[in-house]
């Protein structure tokens, strides 16, 4: 199982970003998914979730409103659209999924928000 994030970059209060998250080795379709982030010297945060058909999504208080999270099972891809960005978004962001009883996560990709 492997999991790549990308999309992450600096971007100013206010502005947009859109994390992508490739996966493979194992049937994608199949699988609910998640985001995390962890913000320097904090610990691991959910951010948001969507079933294996990408019918339901859950978000996190912090970002409801502002993140959707998408997915494209024919390009075995996620996505976190992420808008109206705010300082306290500055973290890296996880993409997860739960196969086989075990947890897979990505390298991650850094997002940092500031003026």
């Known amino acids: 199982v492997q999991l790549m994030e990308s999309g992450g970059a600096s971007a100013q209060p206010g502005g947009s970003l859109k994390l992508s998250c490739v996966a493979s080795g194992f049937r994608f379709s199949s699988r609910a998914l998640s985001w995390a982030r962890q913000a320097p010297g904090k610990g691991l945060e959910w951010v948001a979730g969507?079933?294996?058909?990408?019918?339901?999504?859950s978000y996190s208080d912090a970002v409801k409103g502002r993140f959707t999270f998408s997915r494209d099972n024919a390009k075995n891809t996620a996505y976190l659209q992420m808008t109206a960005l705010k300082p306290e978004d500055t973290a890296v962001y996880y993409c997860n999924v739960l196969y086989r009883r075990t947890n897979y996560w990505g390298q991650g990709t850094q997002v940092t928000v500031s003026s």
């Open positions: 969507i079933d294996h058909g990408g019918q339901t999504t």
